[in-house]
């Protein structure tokens, strides 16, 4: 098998309009450059292609597109995975649904074509690359960056995996997981910024080719952590998560990959029933007064302050849901399992609860969050009942869930039989 990584700039000229919060933001400022990164696979005659892009979502209507035109340039992927970083201080723009409008933007056709030919030279010098490698895995908890967004006190599943794959003659190249919502820049920062994958990069000059994947983050965050929202601050908690890796390269275990292959499969969420318009309006209301009050009350607790204006954002963008509503039933998720080796790499579209990844039956699996498609937060039961903003921002019905990760169970049952069964044979030869 061999491995190629290419990355390009994407950063846009300052004055763009940056996504991911309500209200006008107006970029000011470049603070760290935005990129395409592209990792190819190869086995045999087969290619696959990983594409990370550092904004806040890639939608449906991008990923088609991009992959059309690959396909047009006679680039025949046997699968292609796009994912967004999540960054909250890159363009608006780059999502077509119109319920998300308030916080992504309306479409920038000009953008996205910034953003698909770059892409593309990323992919074509990523092609170019390629060569053979090994492959190293190493985890370790990081302290002090990331929390749960509601609680601090509650645990989570705090763990950086790196993989490093070296190449003879080559420069090695870091792919590492981590589970969080990379936005210590906040609403007043008009930065054009890759946040935290920015501020760990900056600690790791060592590696030239690195790409972050981010993982179960829906209820994860820095708003506990993080003590201010500058681009000092990202670099502080940046270097904890470099720290991290560096360290359990130590202690790193070789493993083997023999094979790679992809399953994509479809899933039929179900949508709960919506309120009338009227009593979302008057929901946003309420709320607004809340945080009103708390400010002309001089409340000095910027968490307080902060819980406030989420609830102001769940309730305006659950109205906006409501408004857009297609009035179907069921909406349909498209998701894909990547086998690399003895490694499953589960790609969805969703912010999924980490309490919700958890219960996922299998050791050597990663999610993927922002892949593909962007399809909203994907809570567990208990944000429905303590009415967290995460439950506003999503069309699907209290459970669906849980019972979507017993879906995702059921079919990594029978990859991890045939991964057993494919050993038990090898051991027969």
């Excluded at 933001?25 to 990792?39: E, F």
């Excluded at 969080?180 to 994958?197: F, K, M, N, Q």
């Excluded at 000092?232 to 991290?244: I, N």
Aim: charged letters at 25%; aromatic letters at 10%; one cysteine or more.
């Amino acid at each position: 098998m061999k491995i190629g990584f290419a990355q390009v700039d994407i950063t846009p000229k300052v004055g763009i309009e940056l996504a991911g919060f309500l209200g006008k933001r107006v970029s000011t400022k470049i603070d760290t450059p935005l990129y395409a990164k592209a990792l190819v696979f190869q086995e045999n005659k087969k290619q696959y292609l990983w594409l990370t892009l550092d904004i806040v979502a890639v939608d449906y209507h991008f990923y088609n597109e991009l992959k059309r035109e690959l396909e047009v340039r006679l680039y025949n992927f046997s699968d292609i995975q796009i994912i967004a970083t999540h960054t909250h201080s890159a363009p608006k723009g780059v999502c077509e649904s119109k319920s998300l409008q308030d916080l992504f933007g309306e479409v920038d056709e000009a953008f996205l074509r910034h953003l698909a030919v770059n892409s593309i030279s990323a992919v074509k010098n990523a092609v170019m690359d390629l060569s053979e490698f090994t492959c190293s895995v190493a985890q370790k908890e990081v302290e002090g960056v990331a929390a749960s967004r509601h609680d601090p006190y509650i645990p989570i599943d705090n763990v950086v995996t790196t993989f490093k794959f070296e190449r003879k003659d080559k420069d090695p190249i870091l792919l590492y997981h981590y589970p969080v919502h990379p936005t210590i820049l906040r609403a007043e920062s008009t930065a054009i910024s890759s946040d935290l994958v920015g501020g760990i990069a900056h600690h790791l000059p060592e590696y030239k080719n690195q790409m972050f994947l981010n993982g179960p983050s829906g209820n994860i965050s820095t708003r506990f952590t993080r003590k201010s929202s500058t681009p000092r601050e990202v670099r502080r908690l940046g270097k904890k998560v470099a720290t991290a890796i560096k360290e359990s390269l130590v202690e790193a275990r070789e493993v083997p990959l023999d094979e790679i292959y992809a399953l994509h499969f479809s899933y039929d969420m179900k949508k709960r029933e919506l309120p009338p318009l009227e009593v979302c309006q008057n929901q946003i209301d309420k709320a607004q007064k809340h945080l009103d009050q708390a400010i002309a009350d001089n409340l000095q607790d910027p968490m307080e302050i902060r819980f406030l204006q989420s609830i102001v954002e769940g309730e305006t963008m659950f109205c906006n849901l409501i408004k857009h509503d297609d009035g179907l039933p069921t909406q349909e998720i498209h998701f894909a399992i990547v086998v690399l080796g003895p490694i499953s790499f589960i790609f969805m579209p969703f912010e999924m609860f980490s309490t919700l990844a958890n219960k996922l039956e299998c050791e050597d699996c990663i999610v993927v969050n922002y892949a593909n498609g962007y399809a909203y937060y994907l809570p567990d039961k208990s944000a429905y009942d303590m009415e967290y903003y995460e439950a506003l921002m999503t069309y699907y019905e209290k459970g669906e869930g849980e019972a979507f990760v017993h879906f995702i169970n059921e079919k990594v049952k029978k990859i991890k039989e045939r991964i057993r069964q494919k050993h038990k044979e090898a051991v027969l030869d």
